[in-house]
């Protein structure tokens, strides 16, 4: 298993909101894989998400050993580390004026024996990339994701709608939170590209494929694709992690 990851503010934001992590050492059992995508650019938003990322990375780490690991407890594991990455958020903001408002979103994936076990809140993105296409594993919670599934605007109108930027569930703006999550294979020659919506706003799925079809390095990958959102106008924060099989 090979990783990449790379991280940009892009060409319009003064900071960079987005945080995500990757493990150190892959010859571990639990290879942990995170990135979120704070808001809220005046109240904190960089710290929301690396509040996320630094809370459910260390609950899932600490706890994994002592999981029974099977389907449904390695996903209660993941929700556990969500919920409680939530609470940290919410109390901050509830408690810190300079912080109030503050959210983040969170895509966390742990492959163990063959598996992928994804949890989600916002619209920070999933993708399996293999021979037959590439496939989001993901659904947004926005906005206009529910326009699309309500059959109000096609999946063409949804690219270049001007409210595509609201979402409809992020944590640390309530004391609770629903989290998605869901299980697929992880075959040999599979590609998982985990990213913010400062990618897939300006870089087509079909894109993001033709790419990863021909750069071999994950590390180029998640450059390359980071490189051609900034070209496109870099409007946000970009973040790609590459993990291929």
Same mark, same amino acid.
């Given at each position: @298993? $090979?990783?990449?990851?790379?991280?940009?503010?892009?060409?319009?934001?003064?900071?960079?909101?987005?945080?995500?992590?990757?493990?150190?050492? =892959? %010859?571990?059992?639990?290879?942990?894989?995170?990135?979120?995508?704070? =808001?809220?650019?005046?109240?904190?938003? *960089?710290?929301?998400?690396?509040?996320?990322?630094?809370?459910?990375?260390?609950?899932?780490?600490?706890?994994?050993?002592?999981? *029974?690991?099977?389907?449904?407890?390695?996903?209660?594991?993941?929700?556990?580390?969500?919920?409680?990455?939530?609470?940290?958020?919410?109390?901050?903001? =509830?408690?810190?004026?300079?912080?109030?408002? =503050?959210? !983040?979103?969170?895509?966390?994936?742990?492959?163990?024996?063959?598996?992928?076990?994804?949890?989600?809140?916002?619209?920070? $993105?999933?993708?399996?990339? $293999?021979?037959?296409?590439?496939?989001?594993? /993901?659904?947004?919670?926005?906005?206009?994701?529910?326009?699309?599934?309500?059959?109000?605007? !096609?999946?063409?109108?949804?690219?270049?709608?001007?409210?595509?930027?609201?979402?409809?569930?992020?944590?640390?703006?309530?004391?609770?939170?629903?989290? %998605?999550?869901?299980?697929?294979?992880?075959?040999?020659?599979? /590609?998982?590209?985990?990213? /913010?919506?400062?990618? !897939?706003?300006?870089?087509?799925?079909?894109?993001?494929?033709?790419?990863?079809?021909?750069?071999?390095?994950?590390?180029?990958?998640?450059?390359?694709?980071?490189? @051609?959102?900034?070209?496109?106008?870099?409007?946000?924060?970009? /973040?790609?992690?590459?993990? $291929?099989?």
């Amino acid at each position: @298993m $090979r990783v990449g990851a790379y991280t940009d503010k892009g060409k319009v934001r003064q900071v960079n909101e987005d945080s995500y992590y990757i493990p150190g050492d =892959m %010859d571990n059992d639990i290879r942990l894989f995170v990135v979120a995508d704070g =808001m809220g650019g005046h109240n904190a938003g *960089d710290i929301a998400s690396k509040v996320a990322t630094e809370v459910v990375t260390k609950y899932i780490l600490h706890n994994f050993g002592d999981c *029974d690991k099977d389907k449904d407890n390695l996903l209660s594991l993941l929700k556990e580390g969500i919920i409680l990455a939530n609470q940290s958020i919410y109390e901050k903001s =509830m408690t810190d004026p300079q912080v109030k408002g =503050m959210g !983040t979103t969170l895509v966390v994936v742990l492959i163990y024996t063959g598996r992928l076990y994804i949890a989600h809140v916002g619209d920070s $993105r999933v993708y399996i990339i $293999r021979k037959a296409g590439i496939f989001q594993l /993901t659904r947004d919670h926005s906005f206009v994701e529910e326009l699309v599934e309500s059959g109000q605007i !096609t999946r063409e109108q949804a690219a270049s709608h001007p409210q595509k930027n609201i979402i409809t569930r992020a944590l640390g703006s309530e004391g609770q939170v629903d989290i %998605d999550v869901c299980v697929r294979r992880f075959y040999k020659n599979d /590609t998982v590209i985990l990213c /913010t919506d400062g990618l !897939t706003n300006l870089i087509s799925n079909q894109e993001i494929s033709q790419k990863a079809q021909t750069i071999e390095s994950p590390q180029q990958l998640a450059e390359q694709l980071v490189g @051609m959102a900034n070209e496109a106008g870099g409007i946000d924060n970009i /973040t790609v992690v590459v993990v $291929r099989n």
